[in-house]
Structures are given as structure tokens and as C-alpha cells.
């Protein structure tokens, strides 16, 4: 759990990674959609990097090959509004253990630039303010 918090990422950052692990960039509809490349899925599953007896090329983590993904950017007045990814098909893990896959994960942008700060009165008094 504690890796997995270490891990999360504030969503322009996560988008904006996202976005280099696309190929074909296509518009549709209200969005844009593109295909994950096969190292992007095979990043998103190598859960915490190389293990020990990994596979022939040394990589380690799970054989993503049946894996299919894609990625979609939704822009409303030319902010990023929402983000999705769709990753289905069959994952081979350790001991060839294969399980079927189907997952998406989205992500919602609310309310931009509505936060606000309220400055304790002592800092104020701090800064002259």
C-alpha cells in the first residue's frame, strides 16, 4: 500500500506521461484517443522493477504481450478535462499463471482554479500584509 502511495502522481503530470506513451493521437468525438504502445503496458504492470528469474530479455515482472490499451483526453475550452485508460487481455505472471484482464482507471479534473487560500491572520501580520 505504502508503494502505491508513493506512486500516485498529481493529474497533469499523469496525463502528460501518459500522452508520451501513445502512438496515433486521433480525435473523436468530444476527445482524443490513441493506443498504448507495448512498452507503456509493460511499464504499468512491472509492478516495483526487476525481480529475480525474470524473463529471456531480462526485464522481469509479467508478460504483457496480450495486452491491448488505449488512452483517452477529454478538452473542454482548451483544458484538460478528463483522461481514461481501457487496458483488456491476458496477462502471463510467474509459474505461466495467466489471468484476463479489464481494467480501466479515469481520472476527473473539477472545479480549475477554485481553490483558495486562506492566510492565518499571524502570517499575515509576518509579511506586512
Known sequence: MARMVQQVK?????????????????KEGDAYSAALTADAIKQMFNFGGRRPGGDAGGTGGPDTSG????????VKDGVLS??????EGKITGRNNQEREINRATVTEIQEIGSTKIEVPAEAKKKLGA
Not at 10 to 26: C, I, M, Q, T
Not at 67 to 74: D, E, M, P
Not at 82 to 87: A, F, L, Q, S, V
Open 10 to 26: 498529481l493529474p497533469a503530470s499523469d496525463a502528460l506521461e501518459l500522452a508520451g506513451r501513445v502512438k496515433d493521437l486521433k
Open 67 to 74: 495486452l491491448k490499451g488505449t488512452a483517452k483526453f477529454w
Open 82 to 87: 478528463k483522461y481514461e485508460t481501457r487496458i
